[in-house]
């Protein structure tokens, strides 16, 4: 869109979305309930990824029955080019993102138009708040919103309210692509971290504000929370790698370690008591852990879930980014294996 012709009193909301066909109906009626502020308006530019299970065609259904959807081709089929190619058909002042497995406060749109105003950062969002389906996804979404598992990550934080290093989803004054640039298409995963701290090196402020509500819905199977974890964890050093440090130093403990854990199982024939030490201190962690989580989510029948939970997060993190690491040591293209998108 040409620069000077976005309208200031329109949001415009980028989604990519790929094979969701049972969640895009829920998501698109959390999205069209939004109440704005009075003399606004608002668009939702749905990127589809070239999606195979009928999300395509029930999309432009929606979108024949609603003009405020549009559906946006996103040839890409990863995230990153999905929000570019939205962000390239947005017509609004102010843009925000949002994600077809979280559902939002009717203020939500509101809140973050009212965060930007009072202010005057550069990307607002609320905080990152979870809900499982299930025992298993509980139990999920009880480790994803504990300090003890996230590192003191802020963005799990409900009643924080300040400046922070990066921000759940986001949203922005579109000025803020014309000065720092789109997202990283070579990225397809922790895009967002990127693009923030890139912000963050050329003097941008980032506000979370708990004024702003969503519900995240988190993987329900331990086998999908450690391939998202992985993939995660991969592609962090492709990060590190462009700008030559993390989004933070909590992002590296997990790689941490796994390397502990490698190292002690080394030196395993001449003595076992590194690795017998690494394995007593985790247990004890992993159990201190899973209690302040189920004492975080009131219910302490999590609690038998929580320690393999836990677990999953931060071996399946940490594999992902030595994964990465090892990948670029030997100068390797990033591996197909971590390309493709999946729930």
């Not at 965060?115 to 905080?127: F, I, Y």
């Amino acid at each position: 869109m040409p620069q000077g012709l976005e309208l200031d009193n329109l949001i415009s909301v980028i989604v990519p979305c790929r094979n969701e066909r049972q969640h895009i109906d829920a998501f698109c009626n959390s999205a069209l309930r939004q109440e704005l502020p009075a003399g606004w308006r608002m668009e939702v530019l749905i990127a589809d990824g070239e999606s195979d299970d009928g999300t395509r065609e029930h999309l432009l259904q929606r979108c024949a029955a609603d003009h405020r959807l549009v559906l946006v081709d996103n040839p890409g089929r990863i995230v990153s080019t999905g929000l570019n190619a939205c962000i390239a058909r947005a017509r609004g002042g102010t843009i925000a993102r949002m994600d077809v497995h979280s559902q939002f406060a009717p203020d939500y749109l509101a809140q973050c138009i009212q965060a930007l105003e009072r202010t005057s950062a550069d990307n607002v969002g609320g905080p990152w708040v979870a809900q499982g389906t299930g025992p298993t996804g509980a139990a999920i979404a009880a480790a994803f919103q504990c300090r003890w598992v996230v590192g003191g990550a802020r963005s799990r934080d409900m009643q924080y309210e300040g400046e922070v290093d990066t921000v759940y989803l986001g949203c922005w004054p579109r000025s803020v692509f014309d000065r720092f640039g789109l997202f990283d298409e070579a990225l397809v995963r922790n895009q967002d971290d990127e693009h923030n701290l890139r912000m963050r090196l050329g003097g941008a402020r980032i506000w979370q504000s708990r004024r702003i509500h969503s519900t995240y819905h988190p993987r329900n199977s331990l086998r999908h929370l450690f391939a998202q974890q992985r993939q995660y964890g991969y592609w962090r050093p492709f990060v590190m790698r462009k700008h030559g440090q993390p989004g933070s130093v909590r992002q590296l403990v997990p790689a941490a370690f796994v390397a502990a854990a490698v190292a002690s199982a080394a030196v395993l024939p001449w003595s076992a008591w590194p690795l017998a030490a690494l394995g007593i201190a985790y247990t004890g962690y992993l159990l201190a852990a899973s209690v302040a989580a189920a004492r975080s989510a009131r219910n302490r029948g999590l609690l038998p879930r929580l320690p393999a939970t836990i677990a999953a997060f931060h071996v399946g993190y940490g594999l992902g980014t030595w994964r990465g690491l090892w990948d670029i040591a030997r100068s390797r293209a990033p591996s197909s294996d971590f390309a493709r998108i999946t729930r």
